[in-house]
């Protein structure tokens, strides 16, 4: 009887630890960036179907570089961080008018540093610096509304479903460097994720926040690769990727991009059924990367490319825009005159 028990004792324990197992021990989490499984990654591996909105080309709208893309209420922003304007079209590409204006005075912007769409109240919301890092809101024809002061200088921002913002200044190299979240006025600012003190590179991001239905998400900064779900009002550790090689070095302070050895990461895109990203190293026996995860089936694929076996239309460049199972970009027009084309991926 006592051998009875103490086996089924045995058992109910080996169940339990088995329920609380750390998922970040499992060899799927780590990603081998130095070996490629695949020579290049071909759309047809996650995408459905691809479609493409031509933005229309005027004397009023000539668009100089498609930073990021914002499709909303049956329109399309498009941010152009070589002219810091915020361009606004229709579904179809037609194009209606600009947002916002640059200037010092009351309402108008200084630098962009990002742009969000708030879908509860129907506003353009605008990240940049006049005397202190604020956001500026402006309805659809163009008015300002109102501004929210921020508690920390950002470079990539989201407005929370429920009211408030995470913020990201991840890219930069300093010990502050990291993901935050702010109340609603802009105070309130907590760290959710910061830099490692010897991770401090200095990075560009164009964007380092994404989104999709009411969830947002971000890879920890930036020799990190756990990917974090900001929702509702909690944060959770969604994937604890680790990629490999491990780092060859400290970075305690910013190096020449140049001479880095090491990965480090350029891009990241999730959606709700895949993650893509990026990595480079000026190592030319490590070069470039191209890492695709599968949420639906846990699957990694690294190869030292993507490319378009859809319809064989070439390259195109990243936005941090998703909408549930959509991944969106832009791409050069062939005629030089025209404006770029935003090309959507339909996802598996």
């Not at 020579?39 to 933005?55: A, E, G, K, N, Q």
């Not at 913002?165 to 890219?171: D, K, R, Y």
């Not at 930036?222 to 970075?251: C, K, T």
Request: proline share 4%.
């Amino acid at each position: 009887m006592f051998r009875q028990l103490l086996c089924f004792a045995s058992v109910c324990a080996a169940l339990w630890l088995a329920s609380c197992s750390v998922p970040s021990s499992s060899d799927n989490w780590t990603v081998d960036l130095l070996h490629a499984n695949v020579d290049t990654i071909d759309y047809s591996t996650f995408v459905d179907s691809v479609s493409y909105i031509p933005l229309e080309v005027s004397d009023e709208c000539l668009v100089g570089k498609v930073t990021d893309v914002i499709l909303a209420d049956g329109r399309l922003f498009v941010f152009d961080d070589k002219q810091q304007e915020i361009w606004m079209f229709n579904s179809s590409g037609k194009y209606l008018g600009k947002l916002g204006r640059r200037g010092e005075g009351p309402g108008e912007y200084f630098h962009i540093a990002q742009v969000e769409y708030d879908r509860r109240e129907k506003l353009l919301a605008v990240l940049t610096f006049k005397e202190a890092p604020c956001v500026l809101y402006y309805a659809l024809d163009g008015t300002y509304v109102k501004s929210v002061e921020l508690g920390i200088q950002a470079d990539d921002f989201k407005i929370c479903p429920d009211g408030g913002f995470i913020l990201s200044c991840a890219g930069q190299d300093t010990p502050s460097a990291g993901v935050y979240v702010a109340d609603a006025a802009g105070g309130n600012v907590r760290p959710l994720v910061k830099r490692a003190p010897n991770h401090l590179v200095y990075t560009t991001f164009e964007w380092e926040l994404c989104s999709y239905n009411d969830v947002i998400c971000f890879q920890a900064p930036v020799f990190a690769n756990e990917v974090y779900h900001w929702q509702g009002d909690s944060l959770q550790l969604a994937y604890p990727f680790r990629m490999i090689p491990e780092l060859g070095q400290d970075y305690e302070a910013t190096v020449s991009l140049q001479h880095m050895t090491d990965y480090i990461r350029t891009n990241y895109v999730e959606g709700e059924r895949w993650i893509y990203a990026t990595y480079w190293s000026a190592d030319p026996d490590r070069d470039l990367r191209v890492w695709l995860y599968s949420k639906s089936d846990g699957k990694s694929w690294v190869g030292k490319g993507l490319r378009n076996d859809m319809d064989a239309r070439g390259s195109a460049a990243w936005t941090s825009f998703t909408d549930g199972n959509v991944f969106v970009l832009s791409e050069e027009p062939e005629n030089p005159d025209d404006n770029p084309v935003i090309r959507i991926l339909h996802l598996k």
